[in-house]
């Protein structure tokens, strides 16, 4: 019998903060190799602890809710099939009773729904994103646990109400006497809070925020997609617009390096390298920026590339700290929910701008064609620059969002 120690290895933290989320297994509970052990949430990502070797929990030390520094001991895992039943409770004691009789896991009955509620961060994202209730998901992971999988199915397969009895509901005409408030609070979540400290900090004690907002005609990169978006596709590449987006930036910070910098108090340090985040949201989970790095060094098509796994990394709940590291520059495009505009978009720190994109939709407008001025119908979006203006002035800004429409109007030409 061996006894290895379950701890965080600092390569996976990176630096960040972690609190201890949830354990997934019972004491004395069997585990194979990588499987997940440990939930952990950081500021940034929720993330998984996995099993080094087949064996079973020996041992928790690290509590819920605990804050976890990197290397310390959490628990302990038993390498051979013994168990260990101290300080099992009720449940872990049946699952010591089916893993010393004589029939392994293997053999264990379809009833066995003990890990139900152990869901992963993915799964958990989906629920909360579509207000669904766990008791009403069928598990089809290992002891009846809810995977990813299991809650797409039933978003897929959700009932909806029929617009009959949507229709014949009753609806009082009375005035209705007002009463009392009662809601439900849920606890914010490590990254909330984190996300909220951060954006009033950037926001009112950082950062003086100025924002400016141009117009771009997209007609040029919606003709570059279409002829190379399949081509992408076939590569398992996801040509978006967001890739142009990454591209075009590259060329505005060459012609303003100033917005690719840190303010300190007696310089402003400029970065060779242009690492841009990519603002993605997790519903109602919140927001996390993974970052393209040294996208100055990339072609379209490697943008494009570096961009879809992230963004798949982000969505399946794989990211790690290292993932959103060492940013210079962020994009926010929000126009995918339907904004047209959001000013300020809140610098993401310790940078000193942040672009955002609006919804693309067909605009009318005047064009001299011939000599003569005639409306026609143009793809078009805005585009804003929130900048800090303690290392910025509106030239610098304005020069830099020139520069990037000019880049995205004139692609291919």
């Known amino acids: ?18 609190t201890l989320s949830k354990w997934l297994v019972n004491i004395g509970q069997q585990v194979k190799a990588g499987e997940p052990l440990i939930e952990l949430e950081t500021d940034k990502v929720s993330m998984e602890i996995c099993a080094p070797e087949t064996g079973s929990l020996r041992d928790i030390i690290a509590c819920e809710g605990e804050e976890i520094v990197v290397d310390t001991v959490l628990g302990h895992l038993e390498t051979d099939n013994s168990v260990v039943v101290e300080h ?8 010591d009773k089916a893993i010393n009789s004589s029939e392994n896991l293997s ?17 958990r994202r989906l629920l909360k994103s579509h207000h669904l209730d766990l008791s009403l998901i069928t598990g089809t992971g290992r002891r009846g646990r809810v995977t990813r999988n299991d809650v797409l199915a039933y978003i897929t397969n959700m009932p909806t109400l029929e617009p009959s009895i949507v229709a014949n ?4 005409a009375e005035s209705v006497t007002p009463r009392e408030l009662k809601g439900t609070r849920v606890p914010h979540t490590k990254m909330r809070k984190t996300i909220a400290n951060h954006m009033v900090d950037s926001l009112l004690k950082t950062s003086p925020h100025v924002t400016s907002i141009f117009e771009m005609d997209m007609s040029n990169i919606i003709e570059h997609r279409k002829w190379h978006k399949k081509e992408y596709a076939e590569l398992e590449v996801n040509l978006t617009f967001t890739a142009y987006f990454l591209a075009a930036v590259v060329k505005a910070v060459q012609a303003v390096p100033q917005v690719n910098a840190r303010f300190h108090d007696d310089a402003l340090e400029l970065f060779s390298d242009i690492n841009i985040g990519v603002g993605t949201a997790l519903g109602d989970a919140g927001l996390v920026v993974p970052v393209v790095q040294q996208v100055q060094s990339l072609n379209l098509f490697a943008i494009a590339k570096a961009l879809t796994a992230q963004t798949n990394k982000a969505r399946n709940g794989k990211l790690t700290p290292s993932d959103m590291k060492n940013g210079t520059f962020t994009i926010s495009n929000h126009g995918v ?9 809140i610098i993401n720190q310790p940078e000193v701008a942040i672009l955002g994109v609006g919804k693309l939709e067909k605009r009318v407008v005047v064009e001299e064609i011939n000599g003569v001025d ?3 119908i143009k793809p078009k979006c805005y585009v804003s620059l929130s900048i800090d203006h303690r290392a910025l002035d509106a030239h610098q800004t304005n020069l830099f969002l020139a520069k990037f429409v000019d880049v995205i109007e004139t692609w291919g030409e």
């Open 374 to 376: 005639t409306m026609v």
């Open 107 to 123: 053999h264990q009955t379809d009833n066995d729904n003990s890990a139900h509620d152990l869901i992963g961060p993915a799964a």
């Open 169 to 172: 509901t009753p609806m009082s």
């Open 1 to 18: 019998m061996s006894t290895i120690d379950i701890t965080l290895p600092a390569a996976q933290l990176e630096g960040t903060s972690a």
């Open 337 to 345: 929910s339907g904004s047209l505009i959001a000013t300020p978009i």
């Open 88 to 95: 099992a409770n009720t449940v872990n004691q049946a699952i």
